[in-house]
């Protein structure tokens, strides 16, 4: 009996994705089978050979500390940068952090930035991908111990600087930003001074993915091993968000489809389309308890952020000094993290930053009509600035469910769709003739 349940559930599963047409870009295919573990490895061994990347660590030698690890993350960039035709520039984002709880006096700080120019002069969308290069030992202020940071958050920064060498040989219509960032050990100093100046200048920044701790697939204590699945943290409600916008969401709901649960969704659905052999999680909040990371500051500044964390963490390896105790090995060691699951992640990432700055922009002041009472929904936006949209998506789930439902596809700027905006959520989304879509964008209520 048992078996023939069991056939009963494959036959099941086999004919529900037989109806799911998976279409796949060859050239994003392409950039995704280039992202290799073998230099993500030698990514993350070269960032722990420099023995402490401690925000307050050592300046002047050219081996150790957390001066010759931006010097040789820039040159490393700046080697990826030579194959881009000089559309890709590189540049520290240097800035002095006064003195603070984690911070013993005054500190010249600098951020890695590699900016891959966009093609479209007429398009200012940016997005980011962005991991920490800073390190810590079990002491915050411990700037001399070895602190090899492989997992937290040298896979990070690898997956940025991977990205960067194969994306750099390419050219999208929107910019795309890969960081490594300082001080996030300290009080996620460095993404904070990226967000502001990026708020200050005003950058258009529609997506900023955070990739810190994507390196371990043992979980301490449960002893669950698990290289398939990555967590993708966002918040609900919109971490900027007005009174008058979270009055709304008490009236009306909406309180799952902030912009960057929308980018979320869309990390499970293009990853997913991409990568195989991966479940992305979404993970209903901001972030772990008792923990932050650099999406936040972006959030804080009103934009779209998530972060990415391995599925189960290892808290024996996360800042410990190394050492062995009781048989129990302690520290961030290269030798424990999983390069063939940072490369699955890396190639998730790969695919979400590629679709996007290929797409179209978002639909732009997408609204639903609320002025006639109707079981029907109405919504009307404007066409996104930059390269025309072929059409537009009309995106549609129950208010319980977690996932896109149904697509409608439009060309105009606007639809009227045959089910009740009482009963249903929707949201609207770019596509162009290939099928790269933007981001959804949940509609405000407009008369
Ligand atoms: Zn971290």
Redesign the pocket.
Known sequence: MKNAFILLLSCFTLSASAQTVVKQDATIKQMVDEVSNKNIEAIVRKLVSFKTRHTLSDTTSKTEGIGAARNWIKAEYERYATASNGRLKVQFDAFVQPQGRRLSKNTPMKNVLAILKGTDTADHRVYIVSG?YDSRATKAMDSTSFAPGAV??AS?TAVSMELARVMAKRSFPATIIFMAVVG??QGLYGSTNVAKRAKAEGWQVDAMLNN??VGNTYGMETGLKDNRSIRVFSDGIPTAATEKEIAALKSLGGENDSQSRQLARYAKEIGERYVEQLDVKLIYRTDRYLRG?DHLPFLEQGFTAVRFTEMNENFDR?HQDVRKENGVDYGDLPDFADYDYTQKIARMNLSILANLALAPGQPQNVGVITSDLTNKTKLKWDAPKGKAPAGYYVLMRETISPYWEKKFYVTDTNATIGYSKDNYLFAVQSVDAAGHESLPVYPKPVR
Do not use: K, P, T, V
Request: charged letters at 50%.
């Open positions: 920490h937290d958050d990070g996030e050990e810190d701790i990371g996360q």
